[in-house]
């Protein structure tokens, strides 16, 4: 069964730093591309930044590009999102998300697992 699970959201105030990580278990790893979403009250849920199997293939959203960065570790299992110089507006729900294709996606209908999401708040 896989499972995806996120920690590191909490409360920060704008301008500062915050690391999401996302645990998966269940699959083989490297054969996932993988990508973080967030989804803000009465909004959609939206692309943040995926990335290739190999780590040399990564793409951001407009409004993330130049702050957020997306990594992972294949020996761990693990994908992070390092996301630095925060606005209020980046306040959501973090979603990480797995892609059974080593390609990368913006769609999250192209994305079959989930995990329960992690709350990023940043106050101004």
């Known amino acids: 069964q896989v499972q995806l699970v996120e920690s590191g959201g909490g409360l920060v105030q704008a301008g500062g730093s915050l690391r999401l990580s996302c645990a998966a278990s269940?699959?083989?790893?490297?054969?996932?591309?993988m990508g973080w979403f967030r989804q803000a009250p009465e909004k959609e849920r939206e692309f943040v930044a995926t990335i290739r199997w190999s780590d040399s293939d990564t793409y951001y959203a407009d409004s993330v590009r130049g702050r957020f960065t997306i990594s992972r570790d294949n020996g761990k299992n693990t994908v992070y999102l390092q996301m630095n110089t925060l606005k209020p507006e980046d306040t959501a729900v973090y979603y990480c998300?797995?892609?059974?294709?080593?390609?990368?996606?913006?769609?999250?209908?192209?994305?079959?697992?989930w995990g329960q999401g992690t709350q990023v708040t940043v106050s101004s």
């Open positions: 269940g699959l083989t790893f490297s054969n996932y591309a």
């Open positions: 998300a797995a892609r059974t294709s080593v390609a990368v996606s913006t769609r999250k209908d192209q994305y079959r697992h």
